[in-house]
């Protein structure tokens, strides 16, 4: 059975940085293409970022470029997102998501993801 589990959420101030995680089991990420998404209160789930399995390719989404960075380490069966910077509007429940590689071309969309996680709340305030 395939589990994703997001950690590291949590309250930090405007300018603060976290470190959140995504623990794979059912799995061996090395053969999937993941992605952080998140979703705002009363608003879409959108991507935040996404890798391919291969880890030689990633987007970022144009409002957290330069501040969030995806990395993943196989060895762990773990995929972490990196924020920095962090300004009110990256308040949101962030998740991690999974899909087995070649699958789907555009890892921009939810639509394309398999596997989900249960997500994690980051709270940024002013």
């Known amino acids: 059975q395939v589990q994703l589990v997001e950690s590291g959420g949590t309250l930090v101030q405007a300018g603060g940085s976290l470190r959140l995680s995504c623990a794979a089991s059912g799995v061996t990420i090395s053969n999937y293409d993941m992605g952080w998404f998140r979703q705002p209160p009363g608003k879409e789930r959108d991507v935040v970022t996404a890798i391919r399995w291969s880890g030689d390719s990633t987007y970022y989404a144009d409002s957290v470029k330069g501040r969030f960075t995806i990395s993943r380490d196989n060895a762990k069966n773990t995929m972490y997102l990196q924020m920095n910077s962090l300004t009110p509007d990256d308040t949101a429940v962030y998740y991690c998501?999974?899909?087995?590689?070649?699958?789907?071309?555009?890892?921009?969309?939810?639509?394309?993801?398999?596997?989900w996680g249960q997500g994690t709340q980051v709270t940024v305030s002013s």
């Open positions: 998501a999974a899909v087995l590689r070649y699958r789907y071309s555009d890892l921009r969309t939810r639509f394309s993801y398999e596997h």
